[in-house]
């Protein structure tokens, strides 16, 4: 089974930047998609951002222009660039692997943002 390892969670100031990275267990030929969902206390998980298999991107409205998706030329990794953070980030971040019917999702990493 996939096995999905996300890092670079943490805290930080608003107006700081974070560095998300997800590395799969396993090389993946074939997935539709890669990305990243957030979920916060209290409310449902939500779309950050996702990658598909030919590259096409997807943001939520509210991290348009300040977050950047990508993955590594073996498309192993996944990683989410979050600049300008503000408080309304601060939620659990968790990778997800969509391939076939089959959804994949990494254990979650905590980003806060607080001064």
């Known amino acids: 089974q996939v096995q999905l390892v996300e890092s670079g969670g943490g805290l930080v100031q608003p107006g700081g930047s974070l560095r998300l990275s997800c590395a799969a267990s396993?090389?993946?030929?074939?997935?539709?998609?890669m990305g990243w969902y957030r979920q916060a206390p209290g409310k449902q998980r939500e779309l950050v951002a996702d990658i598909t298999r030919a590259g096409t991107i997807n943001y939520a409205d509210s991290v348009k222009d300040r977050f950047t998706i990508s993955r590594d030329s073996t498309q192993n990794t996944v990683y989410l660039q979050m600049n300008s953070l503000k408080p309304e980030d601060t939620a659990v971040y968790y990778c997800n692997l969509r391939m076939g019917l089959y959804s994949y999702w990494g254990q979650g990493t905590q980003v806060t943002v607080s001064s």
């Open positions: 396993i090389r993946i030929f074939t997935f539709n998609a």
